[in-house]
């Protein structure tokens, strides 16, 4: 079984062995050149005794002998080596190591020939053949890790580590998103095109903050689809990135649109690039169902929470006091101050007053007969608990700036009308 103790014992053996040979390398040096160690006073009565009981084995009759014995534990070491895969690593490179490394390994007996003294003679030996003992475990190391490479199948592109065959055709429709891309194969840089042919069936992106989502997608989908004559929404949490993006596309494809598009912008930060616009415009509810649902959503929106206690008393009872107030400004005179901050204001109201003023509408009298009965049954802390939860909830929404933009009407949010298209960019 291939586990990670496994793996860390083997790595141990590993270089133990490489130590053994480093050893074998070292007792070499200590045999041949032991003037140079007896003059620097590098020696003891029990090392040669060691020393002595080496020689008795017969590892130096031959003068290559330990080296040899060395390199074949250098070589052993290197069996197990994986290392991560790397494309820049060649084996022309590591044999040339290996080549330099072996000819100056045995060549180093050259030395004893020069003329200049022992000491010189035993230091420059030593030196040259610890460097080329290294150079040989560095290109070992190397084609050993292109070996291993070249012999596990677990890779799941190809042998030169590339990616695989892509799409290069550019294939367009009326709704297509078509990203331009390159990829390497077969050691060649290719381009290529990521087709998304139909977006509506859903696009999910993901990535961290400046990867470059919005620079290698988000641009595209807006800029092909603005010239393919479509309205957009676009939220820009960066503003204004995005908006000049959607801008520019917009003047660059005025003729793609049958009817000239319309650029708006809210921005709830700086009022003087913002439009205003009201959500609860008289003119998108016709029927009180329109009030509920414009109630459940804003409320929905501000406590995520209750999307999953649908149903609940408390619940349901704020969701049926904002439908009561949104229908009593939507019929009151004629809608005029139908608008979200009208709605939080009119909600501060005193009990006493609101409670008159909404029970003039007799459509919604069937909504607040439960808060009026708690009202005159003094049952204060079951009304508190059943208007609180809206008043809480929209008193987040209370400032100067989304008054502001909220209680206008620049333009009307259906914007993929046919006969007054817009392009809408909200920033926060």
């Known amino acids: 079984?291939?586990?990670?103790?496994?793996?860390?014992?083997?790595?141990?053996?590993?270089?133990?062995?490489?130590?053994?040979?480093?050893?074998?390398?070292?007792?070499?040096?200590?045999?041949?050149?032991?003037?140079?160690?007896?003059?620097?006073?590098?020696?003891?009565?029990?090392?040669?005794?060691?020393?002595?009981?080496i020689q008795a084995t017969g590892?130096?009759?031959?003068?290559?002998?330990?080296?040899?014995?060395?390199?074949?534990?250098?070589?052993?070491?290197?069996?197990?080596?994986?290392?991560?895969?790397?494309?820049?690593?060649?084996?022309?490179?590591?044999?040339?190591?290996?080549s330099i490394g072996l000819v100056l390994y045995f060549g180093a007996v050259a030395v004893i020939v020069l003329s200049f003294g022992n000491m010189a003679k035993a230091l420059v030996y030593m030196t040259v053949c610890t460097l080329d003992f290294l150079l040989v475990l560095s290109g070992g190391m190397r084609l050993a890790r292109i070996i291993t490479s070249k012999l596990d199948g677990r890779d799941i592109f190809n042998a030169l580590n590339e990616t695989f065959p892509q799409e290069e055709r550019l294939l367009e429709n009326e709704y297509s998103i078509n990203l331009p891309s390159r990829y390497r194969l077969r050691d060649k840089v290719r381009s290529s095109w990521i087709n998304i042919i139909n977006p509506f069936r859903a696009l999910m992106l993901l990535g961290t903050p400046?990867?470059?989502?919005?620079?290698?997608?988000?641009?595209?989908?807006i800029t092909q689809h603005i010239a393919k004559g479509f309205t957009m929404f676009v939220?820009?949490?960066?503003?204004?990135?995005?908006?000049?993006?959607?801008?520019?596309?917009?003047?660059?494809?005025?003729?793609?649109?049958?009817?000239?598009?319309?650029?708006?912008?809210?921005?709830?930060?700086?009022?003087?690039?913002?439009?205003?616009?009201?959500?609860?415009?008289?003119?998108?509810?016709?029927?009180?169902?329109?009030?509920?649902?414009?109630?459940?959503?804003?409320?929905?929106?501000?406590?995520?929470?209750?999307?999953k206690k649908q149903g609940d008393f408390f619940v349901e009872s704020p969701i049926n006091f904002l439908t009561a107030v949104i229908w009593y400004l939507r019929?009151?005179?004629?809608?005029?101050?139908?608008?979200?901050?009208?709605?939080?204001?009119?909600?501060?109201?005193?009990?006493?007053?609101?409670?008159?003023?909404?029970?003039?509408?007799?459509?919604?009298?069937?909504?607040i007969n439960p808060f009026v009965n708690a009202y005159l049954n003094d049952v204060m802390e079951q009304l508190e608990g059943q208007i609180a939860s809206a008043k809480i909830a929209l008193a987040r929404l209370s400032s100067p700036q989304l008054y502001y933009v909220l209680s206008g009407n620049d333009f009307l949010l259906d914007i993929n009308n046919p006969d007054d298209p817009k392009n809408l960019l909200v920033s926060f």
Not at 90 to 97: I, M, T, V
Not at 269 to 278: A, E
């Open 1 to 53: 079984m291939n586990t990670g103790e496994n793996e860390q014992a083997l790595r141990k053996i590993l270089d133990m062995t490489r130590l053994i040979g480093l050893l074998l390398l070292f007792l070499h040096f200590y045999y041949e050149c032991y003037g140079f160690f007896s003059h620097c006073w590098l020696y003891s009565e029990f090392t040669n005794r060691i020393l002595g009981n």
């Open 59 to 98: 590892l130096y009759g031959w003068f290559h002998k330990p080296k040899l014995i060395a390199l074949g534990f250098l070589c052993i070491s290197l069996l197990g080596v994986k290392g991560r895969k790397d494309e820049k690593l060649k084996a022309k490179q590591a044999l040339w190591h290996i």
């Open 210 to 221: 400046g990867s470059g989502k919005s620079y290698f997608v988000i641009r595209h989908v």
């Open 235 to 307: 939220y820009d949490f960066k503003f204004d990135d995005l908006s000049r993006i959607a801008y520019n596309a917009r003047l660059r494809n005025r003729d793609k649109y049958p009817v000239p598009s319309r650029f708006y912008v809210i921005n709830f930060d700086d009022l003087s690039r913002s439009h205003r616009c009201n959500p609860l415009d008289p003119s998108y509810m016709t029927d009180i169902t329109d009030a509920a649902e414009s109630a459940r959503t804003i409320l929905m929106g501000l406590n995520r929470e209750w999307i």
């Open 331 to 367: 019929k009151y005179r004629d809608g005029q101050f139908c608008t979200l901050p009208h709605v939080i204001e009119l909600m501060q109201v005193d009990y006493n007053s609101l409670f008159t003023l909404l029970r003039t509408e007799k459509e919604i009298e069937v909504l």
